[in-house]
């Protein structure tokens, strides 16, 4: 390989995961790499070293290179795992007097928030987790504002005083203040944060109608909370990585994926740091969808199977299915996001017996000490292992960083943790291992197509991650799909949706109007709605750059229900709707409800509620895409792999490429090697590549 030479233009896109960093890398003319360096416990190391490996392998110096990058594209997991861990900041919260038990009731199903299959029917797991912050640090206020944002009782200064008293002998680092009704009036909160901010400088304050401006007491409070306990921990880690970066050179701003799908300043996240909870996997499916474009196609099912998790997005129409909650630590919070189903599948998933009977996951051995075969001190065998064994991975060419894997002490651990207890040799439990992890995946798949109306046949499968492409045939065997596409960035495609997504910003606001079937809606309904979006869409475009708003493009969505449900559908609506769009705007709700719950599940006799609306104004990255070249395909030989039967592998053959040239075709059973992973293309499927070096695998 020619080494390049520096010049401006070039663009890097992170991602840490649990067992590896992924980075991706792209320079000014379109040629693009992908490496990946072992997560630390610090991360910010992790990120660092994943840098000097991308130097190294494009053969410029690491100060060389970081001069010269224009765009450094970044997600983590560091807020997420501070709130599974309890390791995030000790939190007060400031509420309305009479509902400090607001998070100690939270919903019906509190005490088994985060729970998923057979542990919901396991009560000795209900109420394990208790709320973001205890009881004794939350302190309640004198002061009342109703529902139409009057004030009913004046603000009490002095029992403001007094519960920021309380909470500075708690010894708080961050303070989140939610009261009643503020998304309607918010000048008592911001006048609480006055006082505050006044009396504690260095604590980190959230207000709820700014985090999460919506209906709803429980969700408003834990999502403030959240953001409160997350502020400190987030604004340490990118503080330090601003400073780690800008010593080896980086002068690019540091751009953070977000939750609901492209990028934003950093400090931006640091003021909101519940915002990006899952942006590794929403930056997996924006480049999903972004591929999906290339190809042509409007319905694109995302995989991205990592080294703790397996995670699926859906793209329909064109357009990624959004959420407005998500749930983790045992709370529900108001977050807008891509809609991720995730289960705890990936490279790292421990296989174990219990009972005579195998699971695999959710357990995982991480980056520390990771797989038996890295030969880090692990003696549990994973799906990395079984992959091994089963002569999937070859044991010399693994990754990117030179890590050189020990197949004996995976068949070793394989044998004495699976085989043994269930009788089967360390081959036949290797392949039940992965068989077990396969079907798993399948029933998720399922689950976010077939359950909510979709047809998954009619969607073209992107694997990505260290280990999707490499399941991917049995997948789609066991879905009904009929074959997946890998592009050449598969193992790091988070990082790559980090480095090349939209610059996008997200505003919302209350916005309650409710629409009797009979009389349809009224022309101050939609002068209503119309003002609201008006707010959110200025609101949305005030955080873009100031010499590029007048290039971003601004959608807007409405939050819809039947008249007494407690749940919503999310619906696109006009900018400036008038009276007959609003009409359509409930007959697109009706229909999309009856595509996901079944057709004559609508009650249109109920009446309609519409909540709220939102607006997500977006500007279009450019500069980073590019042709970049390709290569054939390198045949290395041939290897014995086990696909259907144990005792009868397929002879099969070996070739590695980094980027494919248009118009190749092999014949399954093969292997391509890609950089970080491994495609798989089972006995009588066939493999292609086009243009934009996409490899098209057609299982039988």
């Known amino acids: 390989m020619n080494t390049p030479s520096p010049a401006p233009g070039w663009a890097i896109g992170t991602d840490v995961g649990g067992t590896f960093t992924d980075l991706w890398l792209r320079s000014p003319d379109g040629e693009s790499w992908v490496c990946k360096s072992p997560t630390t416990p610090d991360v910010v190391t992790g990120v660092v070293n994943a840098v000097h490996l991308a130097a190294e392998t494009v053969g410029l110096d690491t100060g060389e290179l970081c001069s010269q990058v224009t765009r450094f594209g970044h997600g983590t997991t560091v807020g997420l795992n501070a709130l599974l861990t309890g390791r995030s900041a000790r939190t007060g919260l400031i509420t309305t007097a009479g509902f400090g038990d607001v998070l100690e009731i939270g919903r019906l199903r509190r005490g088994t928030a985060g729970l998923q299959g057979l542990d919901l029917g396991d009560y000795h797991l209900r109420g394990q987790v208790p709320p973001l912050v205890p009881r004794t640090q939350v302190v309640e206020i004198a ?42 009036n918010p000048a008592h909160e911001l006048a609480v944060a006055r006082l505050v901010e006044r009396e504690l400088p260095d604590v980190f304050v959230s207000l709820s109608h700014e985090i999460a401006p919506s209906v709803g007491e429980y969700a408003r409070a834990s999502t403030t909370v959240a953001n409160a306990a997350l502020g400190p921990v987030q604004g340490h880690y990118l503080t330090l990585l601003e400073q780690r970066l800008a010593a080896l050179g980086m002068t690019a701003p540091i751009m953070m994926t977000t939750s609901a799908g492209g990028v934003v300043p950093a400090r931006t996240v640091t003021e909101r740091p519940v915002s990006n909870l899952l942006s590794g996997p929403a930056s997996c499916v924006v480049a999903g969808q972004k591929l999906g474009a290339e190809l042509g196609t409007s319905h694109v099912l995302t995989m991205d199977v990592g080294g703790t998790s397996f995670d699926v997005g859906v793209i329909a129409g064109g357009v990624a299915l959004m959420s407005d909650e998500v749930t983790f630590g045992g709370a529900d919070m108001r977050v807008p996001s891509i809609d991720i189903a995730s289960i705890g599948a990936g490279g790292g998933s421990i296989a174990a017996v219990e009972g005579g009977v195998l699971s695999v996951g959710p357990r995982s051995a991480g980056a520390e000490p990771g797989p038996v075969c890295y030969g880090k001190g692990g003696t549990e065998p994973t799906t990395t292992d079984a992959d091994l064994v089963l002569g999937v991975l070859d044991p010399e060419q693994f990754g990117s960083g030179g890590i050189v894997l020990d197949r004996e002490a995976a068949q070793r651990a394989i044998t004495d943790k699976v085989g043994t207890p269930l009788g089967l040799t360390a081959v036949e439990a290797a392949r039940a291992i992965r068989v077990v992890f396969d079907n798993a995946m399948a029933d998720l798949l399922r689950a976010v197509t077939v359950e909510r109306g979709h047809d998954p046949r ?57 629409v009797l079937a009979e009389l349809g809606p009224s022309t101050e309904d939609a002068r209503g709605i119309a003002e609201a979006l008006a707010d959110t869409r200025a609101r949305a475009l005030a955080t873009l750059p100031d010499p590029d708003r007048d290039g971003a493009t601004v959608t807007h969505t409405a939050s819809i229900r039947y008249f007494g449900q407690a749940h919503h559908v999310d619906v ?36 309609f509620e519409i909540l709220s609306v939102r607006s997500v104004a977006a500007l279009p990255e450019a500069g980073i895409a590019g042709p970049g070249t390709g290569e054939p395909f390198t045949r290395l030989g041939t290897r014995p792999v086990v696909f259907d039967d144990a005792d009868r592998p397929d002879e099969t053959t070996v070739y590695e490429v980094r980027r494919p040239t248009a118009g190749q075709e092999i014949a399954g059973p093969a292997l391509v090697q890609l950089p970080g992973c491994v495609v798989v293309v089972p006995p009588g499927g066939v493999a292609t590549t086009d243009a934009l070096g996409l490899i098209h695998v057609k299982v039988n």
């Open 143 to 184: 002061e009342r504002i109703d529902s139409d944002g009057v004030v009913r009782t004046p603000l009490d200064e002095d029992s403001v005083l007094d519960a920021i008293g309380r909470l500075r002998d708690l010894g708080v680092e961050a303070v989140a203040v939610c009261l009643l009704w503020a998304t309607e």
């Open 572 to 607: 696109t609506v006009a900018a400036r709707p008038d009276r007959d769009a609003v009409a359509d705007l409930l007959l697109t709700f009706e229909k999309e409800y009856e595509q996901l719950w079944g057709k004559g599940s609508g009650f249109r006799e109920a009446g």
């Open 458 to 514: 009619e969607f073209t499968l992107v694997a990505g991650g260290g280990s999707g492409p490499a399941h991917a045939w049995a997948l789609c065997r066991e879905a009904g799909l009929a074959g997946f596409v890998v592009p050449p960035t598969a193992t790091a495609q988070s990082a790559f949706g980090a480095g090349t997504s939209d610059l996008k910003t997200t505003a919302s606001r209350t916005c309650y109007r409710r």
